[in-house]
């Protein structure tokens, strides 16, 4: 199974996302076109009353199985249901790499 797909799996079953973003940004990092980047959007009503470390914690928890097998990165934007309407339903760019490796 792709890790995309994976991804997607696991954030479902466990925070029931009323929307869910996972876009693979490994191409935009030298020599990384293995699944290691990934942009996640996910809105919950499981972050309701969470602060941003805790949200950005439940979301990465359960990917820790990845990280071991070669995740390297993501960049993560989590709303409430409420938080995502405000933002018209759009979350921001990820940033540029930061580790020196960014394709030119």
Known sequence: MKRKNWIEETLTATLAPTHLEVEDQSHQHAGNNSETHFR????SRAFEGKMLIARHRMTQDP???AFREGLHALSLHTYTPEEWLKREQR???SPDCKGGNKLS
């Open 91 to 93: 979350a921001p760019a």
């Open 40 to 43: 996640i959007v996910v809105v």
């Open 63 to 65: 990917l820790k199985p």
